[in-house]
Nanobody, 121 residues
C-alpha cells in the first residue's frame, strides 16, 4: 500500500515556473515507477512524466520544459515545470505503479488527491 500526498499547485502567469512535489509513504518507494499525470476539464487524464531508477519519460508537449526527479531518501518525487503555457492548466496527479517504466494510466495503482495548476495568459 502506498499513500501519495501532493503539494499545493497554484496560479502562475504564462512563462512562469512551478514545482510540484509528491511525498510517498512506505518503505518500497524505489520499487515503483513514479508518474505525473494531468486532467483538464472535459478531457481524459493524460501522461505527463515518469521516472524509474534514473530513466525518465515525458509527454512530447512538455519535453524541454518539465523535469521529473525523485529523492529516494525523502520518498518524494518532484515535477519542475518551466515555461508554463495556458494549455498546461489542469489538475495534476502523482501516481505509483509496480509496472516497470510504464506511461500508461491503467498501470498506475496508487494516486494522489490531485492539485490544481492554473496558467493565465
Amino acid at each position: 500500500q502506498v499513500q501519495l500526498v501532493e503539494s499545493r499547485g497554484g496560479l502562475v502567469q504564462a512563462g512562469g515556473s512551478l514545482r510540484l512535489s509528491c511525498a510517498a509513504s512506505g518503505r518500497t518507494f524505489r520499487a515503483y515507477t513514479m508518474g505525473w499525470f494531468r486532467q483538464a476539464p472535459g478531457k481524459e487524464r493524460e501522461f505527463v512524466a515518469a521516472i524509474r531508477s534514473l530513466v525518465t519519460y515525458y509527454e512530447d508537449s512538455v519535453k524541454g520544459r518539465f523535469t521529473i526527479s525523485k529523492d529516494n531518501a525523502k520518498n518524494t518525487v518532484y515535477l519542475q515545470m518551466n515555461s508554463l503555457k495556458p494549455e498546461d492548466t489542469a489538475i495534476y496527479y502523482c501516481a505509483a505503479s509496480l509496472v516497470f517504466r510504464t506511461v500508461v494510466v491503467i498501470d498506475y495503482t496508487y494516486w494522489g488527491q490531485g492539485t490544481q495548476v492554473t496558467v493565465s495568459s
